[in-house]
């Protein structure tokens, strides 16, 4: 079984941005107004790791909410020097920075990788060039292809973090930026639906819809499927609740939008696969344990597609993503979701792939 990772957050709200982008208020989301001194990150280090067990191998510091190699070197080198003497005594195994596309040279790799960053996270949101041009992010899809390279030349572990819903986003976008990622082969990925912060660009926008609920879980379901088949971790859906959640003034916010997505992935399974007479005879479902609240369904919406006596019940032996249906006739069904959802994900890749401008 996988070994838990730990996770340190420090936040360094907007520091090293070289402008603020027309969706994020970091302060907002992070509650968190200016960066950290070298002593309030070792602060905060020590108070996490009270926390964790001593024998925890995977403790990892990540540093979120701004643009890490935009910071002056004297800063980067800092911070991460005092992230070192938790290093040497092993208390922490990794540092994980996330940044710009564009704010990736090899100097910056040669520096992060000397002072002990392991991960690489880039928020490339798209890489289509129409939503990257209207979402104002100040860089092209080819930027962030290289920096993807690099990266992963430069031996650090990659991180794909996607937006989707920006300006000028639609379905073919949402594929052609899957499959360029794909052939980037990032290690993990986080899939954010756009909000609306206020007092943000994108909150003046004129005529920008963000979507709604119901095609937010859609766009995630298909990144989720799509990268679980090449095997890249997700590492997050959705945005972390915010501070204060009345800064989100528009958007498909829910504060366990993961949760809602796989929900939706679970229950449009059971709706594309049997038919409403054979659901109703379930009277039995046996999931993994990873699979059995979202197989249960938000306000157990997916339970009610079966019998009213159904029994959902986690199995420790089950392998996420197969699940074991009984009728009231006693016919036994093991199947899972992957075939199906492998499927649907091939069937909106090949109905939205352009020709041509994914290569
Ligand atoms: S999206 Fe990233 S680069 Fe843009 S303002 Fe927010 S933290 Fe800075």
Redesign the pocket.
């Known amino acids: 079984m996988a070994q838990k990772t730990y996770v340190i957050p420090i936040f360094i709200p907007?520091s090293g941005?070289p402008f603020?982008?027309i969706f994020?208020d970091?302060k907002q989301i992070s509650g968190t107004s200016r960066m950290p001194d070298i002593d309030e990150v070792k602060c905060t280090a020590d108070e996490y790791l009270t926390t964790i067990p001593s024998t925890a191998r995977n403790v990892m510091l990540a540093f979120y909410?701004?643009?890490f190699t935009g910071l002056p070197e004297k800063i980067q080198y800092d911070l991460l020097q005092s992230v070192n003497p938790y290093m040497e005594s092993k208390r922490i195994s990794a540092i994980r920075v996330s940044t710009?596309p564009d704010c990736i040279d090899c100097n910056n790799l040669l520096l992060l990788r000397k002072w002990g960053v392991t991960e690489i996270e880039l928020?490339i949101q798209s890489f289509d060039d129409t939503v990257l041009t209207e979402s104002r992010r100040g860089y092209c899809s080819q930027t962030a292809i290289k920096a993807s390279i690099m990266i992963r030349n430069y031996g650090f572990t990659l991180g794909h973090q996607f937006m989707i819903g920006l300006p000028g986003d639609d379905w073919g976008a949402l594929v052609k930026t899957a499959q360029i990622s794909a052939r980037l082969k990032p290690d993990m990925i986080r899939i954010y639906p756009t909000l609306v912060i206020r007092d943000t660009a994108l909150a003046d926008l004129k005529n920008f819809q963000p979507l709604d609920f119901k095609e937010a879980c859609r766009r995630s379901a298909f990144l989720i499927d799509f990268f679980e088949l090449i095997c890249v971790r997700i590492l997050r859906v959705g945005l972390h609740p915010p501070q204060d959640e009345s800064s989100i003034v528009a958007g498909p916010f829910h504060p366990a939008f993961r949760y809602m997505v796989y929900s939706y992935i679970w229950r449009d399974f059971f709706m594309s696969n049997f038919s409403k007479d054979f659901l109703y005879d379930i009277i039995d479902v046996t999931t993994s344990c990873e699979d059995f609240s979202y197989v249960v369904g938000y306000k157990a919406q997916n339970k009610q597609l079966f019998n009213q006596s159904c029994k959902i019940r986690p199995a420790s032996w089950l392998v996420a993503g197969h699940i074991i249906l009984r009728t009231s006739s006693g016919t036994s069904l093991t199947t899972n979701r992957y075939i199906y959802r492998a499927d649907k994900c091939r069937q909106l890749t090949a109905r939205y792939t352009s020709s041509g401008d994914v290569d």
């Open positions: 907007h941005c603020q982008c994020c970091q909410g701004g643009n710009r928020g």
